[in-house]
């Protein structure tokens, strides 16, 4: 039903005037069932937002948008990408755009849109982060940037939206179940042990307070925990238990000090989701909104190339060898053979210009992950390497960036060119 609401509001913005804000109170007035529970004041159902029963303005709301032409918002030209407008994932957010010389131009750093000069077509929306799934959902905004959780939980399972790039590198943190650590709670460290705590029922539920309504009722399920009643909470779940006006929480934990200065702990087997930043999309707006697959395209090519060279290090060193082959055995038999192997060239030392030559050096470069670093080093010393150079790097590109080519397939695209020939949207 959220779905619906979203639609509305998509709709009755799309009338800036009087008159067109008319038509939906006329097009809502004659839609199928709506004179028969609204009578003469179906023009009050929109125009002063008085609504008597929830349930009902939410099916009247349903039949009026798809019934009537009234609906239909005029087509946007830019593409839109929204973000969180605060803390430290909004912070994370530009940073990563910014290592991938995307930066976001604010000219008035209190304004909520902004620009990326690299991608001309698109403007950048900054919101709640909750509200990036909203307008996602309404059709407001075609991509948004924000963690998996929220994601998730303001999502709602909507099969129109799509996760483009699951890994972002930044927002770490999980979803897990928090319980007391005295009292009843003292030898329940499982969520078997929870499963089996007799004294919660029909009558008596388990309370579970959190601000992740539609994750919670899907894990229960999953799990088979029943007699649950979930609460709600702003903020400060952790004194939930302490105050008795719930039995446990459900939030997000990065590294447990808060639960433990609560004295609260983490249950074994109830570690709900991972989470950090992911990119995601609505499809409709992917084959149907001009530029919006295009401006998608690039922004995973980019992503997908500077997260991969994020973990690695490109090595330079100066190794002497009786020819290119000779040094490229050197280096693959100790393991040193990088991405696709080592780029071996000649190194024309001082001696070889006045023709006396103290035998061959050739310059060798390959890709090291940064864990493995160390351990490179010590190989290349090894088997008579020297001045070796350590430099970080921005973009490794493949041919094609994986999690795009996984795009595509999702769409049903067989040919991105020819696709975009068709459609005239790319």
């Known amino acids: 039903m959220s779905r619906a609401i979203a639609r509305t509001e998509t709709a009755l913005r799309a009338a800036p005037s009087t008159r067109a804000s008319g038509a939906r109170r006329s097009a809502i007035a004659n839609a199928p069932g709506c004179k028969r529970s609204l009578g003469s004041n179906a023009s009050l159902f929109v125009s002063r937002g008085r609504f008597t029963d929830a349930r009902q303005v939410k099916v009247q709301a349903e039949i009026a948008v798809e019934n009537s032409p009234a609906t239909v918002t005029e087509a946007r030209t830019i ?16 940073d990563l755009l910014k290592q991938c010389q995307l ?29 990036v799934v909203r307008r996602l959902r309404a059709g407001d905004v075609d991509i948004g940037i924000l963690g998996n959780d929220m994601f998730t ?10 996760v483009l790039h699951e890994k972002l590198g930044f927002g770490h943190c999980h979803l897990a179940l928090g319980v007391p650590t005295t009292g009843k709670w003292e030898e329940i460290h499982t969520l078997d042990d929870l499963k089996g705590m007799s004294e919660f029922n029909a009558q008596r539920p388990l309370r579970v307070v959190t601000g992740y309504h539609y994750i919670a009722k ?7 925990l029943e007699h649950v009643q979930i609460l709600a909470a702003d903020g400060a779940l952790e004194a939930a238990p302490q105050m008795d006006y719930a039995d446990i929480i459900l939030d997000l934990v990065s590294t447990g000090t808060t639960l433990r200065e609560n004295n609260l702990k983490q249950l074994e087997g109830a570690r709900i989701m991972e989470s950090e930043g992911v990119l995601v999309a609505r499809k409709q707006a992917l084959l149907e909104q001009p530029g919006a697959l295009g401006i998608v395209r ?15 290090f490109t090595v330079v060193v100066n190794m002497r060898g009786e020819s290119q082959e000779d040094v490229a055995t050197k280096m693959i038999d100790a393991g040193l053979g990088g991405l696709q192997g080592p780029t071996v060239s000649r190194v024309f030392t001082r001696t070889d210009t006045r023709g006396v030559h103290d035998g061959e050096f050739y310059g060798v ?9 160390y351990n490179c080093i010590k190989k290349i010393r090894t088997i008579g390497g020297s001045g070796i150079l350590v430099s970080p790097l921005t973009y490794i590109f493949d041919e094609q960036s994986p999690r795009w080519t ?21």
């Open 103 to 131: 930066n976001v131009r604010k000219t008035n750093p209190r304004q909520y849109i902004a620009k990326i000069s690299q991608l001309e077509n698109m403007e950048v929306w900054f919101q709640r982060a909750s509200d």
């Open 365 to 373: 470069t390959i890709c090291v992950a940064q864990r493995e670093l």
């Open 79 to 94: 593409t839109r990408l929204a973000m969180p407008s605060k803390g430290r994932m909004a912070e994370d957010t530009l």
């Open 406 to 426: 996984a795009l595509l397939e999702e769409l049903e695209i067989d040919d991105y060119e020819t696709f975009c020939e068709s459609q005239s949207i790319c």
């Open 153 to 162: 939980e303001f999502g709602e399972g909507d099969d129109d939206l799509i």
């Open 298 to 312: 690039e922004l995973l090519e980019r992503l997908d190339a500077h997260l991969t060279a994020a973990e690695q």
């Open 218 to 224: 899907e894990y229960f399920k999953k799990v088979g």
